[in-house]
């Protein structure tokens, strides 16, 4: 099967770069393929690892990408509390207890599981249709509203230092690591702020398969592209002539395909889009291709 009509059209993994912004990554991606381009979850300027960045029609398959797994290692340190709960934010308050290794190792299991979180105020969510950086940055006194999220391995690696401590992570989307610090901190009776993270998997995307921006050129760009369909989880199905007259006209192909969802390929082998079926006919979902 052909899976990249367009050399344009698929996904780069990249491993975003300590002090970059997820937009100016993209901007790079975008200059060297003159594609539009958009990436799937912001990480802070201070994070690093995986970036998925979506080169032209790809960006439609971000719908379906919005339960995906996300995996992480981090470092809390115990003792302040920061106003961005990390610590490239302002000290509000310290003299925090530092924890042993044991108390930090036990308290883990209350926060594993799903949890109703508050979002840092220094974020991107928004109250009566303002983000809540800006309302931080200005002073403004607020509160967001918790979000249920899902954690779904916290795991202590050690203590790298007094007061740090790493993690490995593996939550849903919408979790907050810096509010894993602090919510962890207050099972504590103490304070904690992330002063490292490293986003080590992003659904299907992996660190060990991603990029530095900085390696890339329009030269070798298109080697490290992913084809969008090979990391949707469905089955295959290639249209024979007859249900691709049907399919490609937006009218229902009598299939035998099990119902759900599948990757559609025209008989030619070239990859088309997802499809849908209800147990007796597919029906187009998505036009990628």
Do not use: W
């Amino acid at each position: 099967m052909n899976s990249a009509n367009s050399p344009a059209t698929g996904f780069i993994n990249v491993n975003k770069a300590y002090g970059a912004s997820s937009a100016k990554e993209v901007s790079v991606i975008k200059k060297l393929t003159g594609m539009p381009c958009g990436h799937m979850g912001t990480l802070d300027p201070m994070a690093t690892g995986v970036l998925p960045v979506a080169v032209g029609n790809a960006s439609r398959l971000f719908d379906y990408f919005l339960q995906k797994r996300k995996r992480y290692v981090a470092q809390f340190t115990f003792g302040a509390d920061y106003d961005t709960l990390d610590t490239t934010g302002s000290i509000v308050a310290e003299g925090g207890r530092i924890p042993c290794l044991e108390e930090v190792v036990a308290a883990l299991p209350s926060l594993v599981g799903e949890y109703d979180q508050v979002p840092p105020a220094y974020s991107a969510k928004s109250l009566n249709g303002e983000r809540g950086y800006k309302l931080a940055r200005r002073g403004e006194s607020f509160s967001l509203p918790a979000k249920r999220v899902s954690v779904g391995k916290f795991e202590c690696l050690g203590e790298v230092s007094r007061g740090v401590f790493s993690f490995e992570i593996e939550c849903g989307s919408g979790t907050y690591i810096r509010s894993l610090a602090r919510d962890l901190a207050s099972l504590l009776g103490t304070y904690a702020a992330m002063n490292a993270l490293c986003r080590t998997k992003s659904g299907p995307f992996e660190i060990e398969n991603s990029v530095e921006t900085r390696l890339l050129s329009r030269d070798n760009i298109y080697a490290s592209l992913i084809p969008a369909d090979s990391v949707l989880p469905y089955p295959a199905k290639i249209l024979s002539p007859g249900e691709e007259k049907k399919y490609l006209n937006g009218v229902p192909a009598e299939c035998g395909l099990a119902a759900g969802q599948y990757r559609i390929y025209r008989s030619d082998g070239a990859f088309y889009g997802v499809g849908e079926s209800d147990g007796i006919k597919l029906k187009s979902r998505l036009k990628l291709c």
